[in-house]
């Protein structure tokens, strides 16, 4: 069972984004990617960083993903959807260019919590019994913020700057 989980999204290649990252997240279990992994023209090194992960790596595939980034990453990406089941908390993960259709999906499943990217902005808001999480781009940032990730924990979930500061907290 997982006891804290790192979550990333729009990464479009950067690897510097991705080591950051890790070094934020320090010791977790596992990695929720929201998808926009690599971008094909970037050849920076990240896929080969994510390969050489110790923790399972759950990619929900994005709107920039193409089957030939598939070829470089032995974690898969096929799927537009990832669900998890952790700590007793269904957890679904999904890019968010659509975002109405996620919406509805994990509020028919009673989904705890839902993680999203695409936006490249970091939000973590609460509807009703579901939390919905976007951890904000770790390469592009858009809005105010600077480039982020989120942690979860068994009793909170944090977006943090890839610099460590906090931007965003909730207990749930």
């Not at 510097?16 to 070094?23: G, H, I, S, T």
Request: proline share 4%; net charge negative; charged share 20%.
């Amino acid at each position: 069972m997982f006891s804290r989980l790192g979550v990333i999204a729009d990464t479009h290649g950067h690897a510097d984004a991705w080591e950051k990252a890790l070094n934020i997240w320090g010791n977790i279990d596992a990695i929720l990617h929201a998808g926009d992994v690599l971008k094909s023209n970037l050849n920076t090194g990240l896929a080969q960083c994510i390969n050489a992960s110790s923790v399972p790596v759950l990619i929900a595939k994005g709107n920039s993903d193409f089957p030939r980034d598939q070829e470089e990453l032995r974690w898969p990406i096929l799927s537009p959807y990832v669900t998890v089941w952790w700590q007793g908390r269904m957890i679904l993960v999904s890019h968010g260019n659509n975002f109405s259709q996620v919406r509805k999906l994990a509020l028919l499943a009673n989904a705890d919590l839902v993680v999203t990217g695409h936006t490249h902005i970091g939000s973590l808001v609460r509807e009703g019994y579901t939390f919905f999480l976007n951890p904000g781009s770790a390469a592009l940032p858009r809005g105010r913020d600077p480039a982020s990730v989120a942690i979860i924990e068994e009793n909170e979930i944090r977006i943090v700057t890839l610099e460590g500061q906090l931007l965003h907290r909730e207990e749930w």
